[in-house]
Structures are given as C-alpha cells and as structure tokens.
T-cell receptor, first 109, second 114 residues
C-alpha cells in the first residue's frame, strides 16, 4: 500500500482557534479520503480528493490535495467543541487502503 | 448512522482460542472490508471481499480469514488468538463501482485477548 504520514499526532486548541492536519506520502497518490472518528466511535467519511491541486470546502472545513498529489491537508476554521475527534487521511488508489495514524483534536472551551 | 452492523459489540477470549466476528453491510453495498484498529492507531486493512471472494489483503497472517455471503454480509475469523490481536475490529461496506471511494464503517467489535 501507499504509506501516508500524518502530523501532528495531537493538537490542543482553544475554542474558536483554527486547526490544520497534514498528510504526506513519498509516492503519488491516486486519491485521498478524509475520515473523522469521535472518541469511542467509528470512522465517518468526510470527503474524497482526486484531482491535483483540488480544494473542497464543507462549511468550516477546507480540504486540499497538493499539486504533486503527494500531500493533503484538512483545515478547520474557528473550531467548536463538536469538532473534537481524530481525523484520518486514507489513500486507497492501489486498493490496499492505508490510513494515516490520525491527528487527535482536543478543543478547550 | 450508517446501516452497517457488527456483532458482537465486545468479546473476551483466551490466547490460542478462535473467534468469529460478523458484519452486515449497508443495503445496496456489495463490498466489505475489514480493519484492525489498535489503541491510538489508524485502522489497518486486513482484507476486502467482493462478490464472495477475497479482493485484496493487507499484511496479516493466514490465521486471519474471512467469508462473504450472497447477501453481502461477512465474517472475520481469527485462529490461534494472540495477545496482540486485542483491538477494535471494524468492517466497512462500499459500492465497488462507485466513483467515490467512500466506506461506511460499522460500530466495531472490541476484542480483548487475555
């Protein structure tokens, strides 16, 4: 599978601050998916990115796919306590789906 | 909530025993993938089943095996359990020919091996 490294592992923010998690690969990715897993829950699909340089937005969430298709990011503007959870990127193009280790977001009210 | 269900919710087994976990896929989905998620880690791909055949396998030994049934439900079998097999086991269903690689995860089975 295509290995993906995700940073940071943890991120503490005050409510209202922004948050970004990064996903990096040494090889070109066919596509990348982002998931959110709440504490004690299961991963929930957020979005898929396929095209080089693609940018997609979902309300306060902005997803980007790098021009070289080797990296991706998820940015949350003005975090809320409901954003708490672990965000995973997943590369699935070869069809050995590979998840990053995840970034756990902790939001302090 | 997704339509993916898993049973049992929790399970405690002894080292060396065998276990079977079950998954019912979301209506309309024809593909089931199984993942192992250790604490603090991302899900690790075990294998995928499509049309009742294994269609891709991760780096797991042969004692991890599976089945998919005509109704697209699936089983994960693990023989000769080891302590390191303690983890959350997730199944995810999807539609093979979908343009979007969206997987719908079930709530998972928490397996503890003592």
């Amino acid at each position: 599978g295509q290995q993906v490294m995700q940073i940071p592992q943890y991120q503490h923010v005050q409510e209202g601050e922004d948050f970004t998690t990064y996903c990096n690969s040494s090889t070109t990715l066919s596509n990348i998916q982002w998931y959110k897993q709440r504490p004690g829950g299961h991963p929930v699909f957020l979005i898929q990115l396929v095209k080089s340089g693609e940018v997609k937005k979902q309300k306060r969430l902005t997803f980007q796919f790098g021009e070289a298709k080797k990296n991706s990011s998820l940015h949350i503007t003005a975090t809320q306590t409901t954003d708490v959870g672990t965000y995973f990127c997943e590369s699935g193009g070869s069809y050995i789906p590979t998840f990053g280790r995840g970034t756990s977001l902790i939001v302090h009210p | 909530e997704t339509g993916v269900t898993q049973s049992p919710t929790h399970l405690i087994k002894t080292r060396g025993q065998q276990v079977t976990l079950r998954c019912s896929s979301q209506s309309g989905h024809n593909t089931v993938s199984w993942y192992q998620q250790a604490l603090g880690q991302g899900p690790q791909f075990i294998f995928q089943y499509y049309r009742e055949e294994e269609n891709g396998r991760g780096n797991f030994p042969p004692r991890f095996s599976g089945l998919q049934f005509p109704n697209y439900s699936s089983e994960l079998n693990v023989n000769a359990l080891e302590l390191d097999d303690s983890a959350l086991y997730l199944c995810a269903s999807s539609w093979k020919t979908s343009k979007v690689d969206e997987q719908y995860f079930g709530p998972g089975t928490r397996l503890t091996v003592t």
